[in-house]
């Protein structure tokens, strides 16, 4: 019984580990404007199910090749080039290479909206994000 549970610990450690290593990345980004999404967008859930209504979409992203377990993870994004210059965001979708920034939050690292850009980015506790929705 007891190798039973450290096996069972163990399998719980690595997919709690392979979880939040899928969520790190250093490539291309691009945003997306979920804060001008019209109304009928807006009432079409992204892949995570979240409201829009409840959400800051300021502060929001779509991740490449997004499982389900990720949803609601908050992941904190910085610019390669001014590494102190960084925010952190929301997943809430499924998007393209990379990340998928909301437009406020590329505008922050990057000054504009000009992309693609590198950024780099990984999970962080969820109470970085706290705020960003509303229940």
Known sequence: MLLINYIFTLLQIYLTLAKYIDLAGDQVVTCHDYEGMDPISLKNPPSCGY???KLDL???TAVQ???KSQCGSCLRVSNPSDPSN???VL?????GRGLDLSTSAFIKLF???DHPSRAMWYPVESDNCEGI???
């Open 65 to 67: 090749g997004l499982s």
């Open 58 to 60: 300021t502060r929001v």
């Open 133 to 135: 929705y509303q229940e």
């Open 111 to 113: 000054n504009s909206t």
């Open 86 to 88: 960084w925010i952190h």
């Open 91 to 95: 997943v809430i979708d499924t998007g």
């Open 51 to 53: 409201d829009y209504s």
